[in-house]
């Protein structure tokens, strides 16, 4: 059923990993396939290259990338995207313009704010997610982080609505998924953020669901780990049913044993549910839902998930056993 998307992925995977020689580890490499393969694009290492070296050395861009600790998996990001949108040129224009109102807006010098610059849209956007981040700071300040930076830009986009009920719904996720027997961590964060999309007020029900949705997929064999999480989170935002939850574990078993996901298995289930949920969009699209409105931006973002440094907290809470009073 998904043969041919199997081999449009497998083919940009062996594109991705040649150039590059699996660096700058396997999960970006896939992650860089499968980034190309949903946007219908062949992988080609010096385009890509050209446009790295183009941001790296740009005048605005330099000191973000030249500095001691830059991630690269975030370059290779910034990148991409640059490649897929084409006009590489006017776009990178628009990223620094976008980047510097960031900064007017109070939001420091990182990788992560250049990522947030594809999706802010003027001066009121940016101080509307300031707000949110300062919010989301005073009740999860250790988790939250200048990754949190294109969360914030991306849930205030289509919004007015007070940063600090956005903060409390957020909160009240995280605390009732913990209870479910969610793993505290940055991608718990993520996926309460992620639930707050279309609604920043507090919904039971979507808590339930996501709860549920774990658990089917663990019935079926599916080992759902913390990486994970926010991609529960947009199926969640689907209202997936217990026939797309089938179609996405047998894609996940076709992908396991693909060599795009050599090193890196934990990839195939998000490989999985990103396919479904772009079919999702565009049939959505097709139709005229008004619930597209931020879709793509959504997805977009998605795509960017895997290149966010997530490690350090998670490994923290993990070594230290810590509780924090949610």
Same mark, same amino acid.
């Given at each position: 059923m998904y043969t041919h998307f199997i081999?449009? +992925?497998?083919?940009?995977?062996?594109?991705?990993?040649?150039?590059? /020689?699996? #660096?700058?580890? +396997?999960?970006?490499?896939?992650?860089?396939?499968?980034?190309?393969t949903y946007a219908g694009r062949t992988y080609s290492g010096l385009e890509h290259q050209a446009v790295i070296d183009q941001v790296a050395c740009n005048e605005s861009t330099l000191s973000i990338f030249s500095t001691k600790g830059s991630d690269s998996r975030l370059q290779y990001k910034i990148a991409t995207d640059l490649v897929l949108k084409g006009n590489v040129e006017e776009h990178l224009a628009q990223? !620094?313009?976008?980047?510097s109102l960031l900064a007017e807006c109070g939001f420091s010098r990182s990788l992560y704010r250049?990522? @947030?610059?594809?999706?802010?849209?003027?001066?009121?956007?940016?101080? *509307?997610?300031?707000?949110?981040?300062?919010?989301?700071?005073?009740? #999860?300040?250790?988790?939250? *982080?200048? @990754?949190? &930076?294109p969360f914030a830009i991306l849930l205030t986009a289509n919004n007015n609505e007070s940063a600090s009920v956005h903060a409390q719904t957020m909160n009240h996720y995280f605390k009732s998924l913990r209870e479910r027997g969610f793993k505290l961590s940055d991608a718990l964060q993520s996926l309460t953020q992620i639930l707050t999309f279309f609604d920043v007020h507090e919904h039971q029900e979507l808590v339930d669901y996501v709860a549920q949705l774990k658990i089917e997929f663990e019935h079926r064999g599916v080992q759902v780990k913390k990486i994970h999480y926010p991609f529960i989170g947009l199926l969640a935002l689907t209202?997936?049913? +217990?026939?797309?939850?089938?179609?996405?574990v047998k894609l996940e078993q076709q992908l396991r044993v693909s060599?795009?996901? !050599? /090193?890196?298995?934990?990839?195939?289930?998000?490989?999985a549910i990103q396919k479904l949920v772009f079919d999702y969009a565009e049939v959505q699209?097709?139709?005229?839902?008004?619930?597209?409105?931020?879709?793509?931006?959504?997805l977009h973002f998605s795509d960017g998930l895997l290149y966010? @440094? &997530? #490690? &350090?907290?998670? /490994?923290?809470?993990?070594?230290?056993?810590?509780?924090?009073? &949610?």
């Open positions: 081999e449009k +992925l497998e083919t940009n995977y062996d594109k991705v990993f040649n150039y590059t /020689g699996g #660096h700058p580890d +396997l999960q970006i490499v896939t992650s860089l396939a499968a980034q190309y990223l !620094n313009k976008n980047d250049m990522v @947030s610059a594809f999706f802010v849209k003027d001066v009121a956007h940016g101080m *509307r997610a300031k707000k949110l981040y300062d919010e989301m700071n005073k009740y #999860h300040p250790m988790l939250t *982080r200048k @990754s949190d &930076f209202a997936t049913d +217990l026939q797309l939850v089938e179609a996405i060599r795009v996901t !050599n /090193g890196a298995k934990e990839l195939a289930l998000i490989i699209q097709a139709i005229h839902t008004t619930q597209m409105t931020g879709w793509a931006d959504l966010f @440094s &997530f #490690h &350090f907290i998670d /490994g923290l809470t993990d070594l230290l056993d810590i509780n924090l009073n &949610f």
